[in-house]
């Protein structure tokens, strides 16, 4: 069977959703991988590095005639309906927002899988994308605040006097809030971190930060994630946390819930309250944002000096490695689909049944695509 990775055409796509070194697991695997020129070359991988690694690379379009397309961004309706009936298609697919490229999918008679929704089991945990690029942006994250600020984040004693290290708050103790916070650790900085979930707080303290307690109810989901809040819990956890921000001269929020809207933790008075230069970086700009005011992929500055960073396409601005990581995920939900040569879903798994979105022409219902 063919296996197909084609040029990402999204605006600031930068990933490539097989790379190099995983090739060989693929061809050991009785199946043939087909590259288009120039997939990865915003990642930093050359044609050359595919051939090498067994891949065979192709001038133009490389969908039509793929058992399997492999690709970051899910593919849009238009190219979804080149793709031949019954191949399968693996994708970021989020039920949400790739309504078009779901519905073209089931009327072509494709089998398609959306990385989004891996189950959160620990059989699943070297397929779960959602994670592996969650690392990523928490590590930019703190990159990118340090970078913005005019502050040093460590302490420093010098001659001159005693640099006082900076103030770092982190609201959100998933994936990308804990790698945020060793981030910003490493760099010297001060960390405070705050999640909804108080089962965070032993990971939190043992990045070296420190968990900001509140007397609130707990908010412990399914899967990793936290319960949606009322709007007066969220009233009340946005005045507790107020101090706490106001003497932050960064913050970095993280709190994002797959298939819905980021839930908003910051209001724009309290981002009134902190010291000008401060710096707020919102890694859920993208899906509404967390911090009121803040835009995808911009830099906005508030009347008391504030500079906000809206996120956008964060894992692609450390294209090579999430490239890598991203990579692996597709790769280990594919060898549990193939045996001798031949990739075929078996929806008795939980797994494959889970990550589902559309087969034989009609779209499937997982548990985020029911919401």
């Known amino acids: 069977m063919r296996i197909a990775v084609p040029k990402e055409i999204k605006a600031g796509e930068k990933r490539v959703a097989l790379v190099p070194d995983i090739i060989s697991k693929l061809t050991k695997a009785g199946l043939d991988v087909v590259i288009e020129s120039g997939a990865g070359l ?3 991988f050359s044609d050359d590095q595919y051939a090498a690694a067994g891949a065979t690379i192709v001038a133009g379009s490389v969908i039509s005639d793929a058992d399997i397309i492999a690709s970051v961004a899910p593919l849009d309706p238009q190219r ?19 309504v078009d490229s779901i519905e073209a999918a089931a009327q072509a008679g494709i089998t398609s899988f959306s990385m989004e ?12 994308a959602l994670t592996s690029q969650a690392l990523c942006a928490g590590y930019k994250a703190a990159l990118v605040a340090a970078e913005l600020s ?28 804990l790698q945020a916070i060793a981030t910003a650790k490493r760099l ?8 909804v979930r108080p089962a965070s707080a032993d990971e939190v303290k043992s990045m070296g930060a420190k968990f900001i307690t509140l007397e609130l109810e707990a908010l412990d989901g399914t899967g990793g994630y936290a319960r949606e809040m009322t ?5 009340r956890q946005r005045e507790l946390l107020t101090p706490y921000i106001s003497a932050a001269n960064v913050l ?12 908003r933790l910051v209001t724009a008075e309290m981002i009134s309250t902190m010291a000008s230069g401060s710096i707020v970086v919102d890694l859920a700009s993208e899906t509404g944002g967390n911090v009121e005011g803040t835009l995808p992929g911009e830099i906005v500055t508030t009347a008391n000096g504030v500079r906000m960073w809206g996120g956008k396409d964060v894992p692609s601005q450390l294209a090579y490695h999430a490239s890598m990581l991203f990579s692996r995920n597709v790769v280990n ?32 219902s997982p548990e985020l695509v029911k919401k």
């Open 80 to 98: 979804m309906m080149q793709v031949k009936k019954d191949a399968i298609t693996i994708s970021f697919l989020s039920p949400t927002t790739a």
């Open 117 to 128: 929704l891996i189950p959160r089991i620990s059989r699943a945990q070297s397929m779960d």
């Open 188 to 195: 010297g900085a001060v960390v405070s971190a705050y999640d």
């Open 252 to 263: 970095i929020t993280t709190a994002a819930v797959p298939g819905r809207p980021a839930p």
């Open 231 to 235: 709007e007066d819990r969220a009233a």
């Open 333 to 364: 939900l594919l060898l549990l689909m193939t045996k001798d040569g031949v990739v075929t879903p078996d929806f008795s798994d939980e797994i494959i049944d889970a990550a589902a979105v559309t087969h034989s022409g009609a779209r499937r």
């Open 42 to 44: 915003a990642a930093e």
């Open 150 to 177: 005019p502050r040093f984040f460590p302490l420093l004693m010098t001659a001159a006097g005693t640099v006082t290290p900076a103030n770092v708050v982190v609201l959100g103790a998933g994936v990308a809030g």
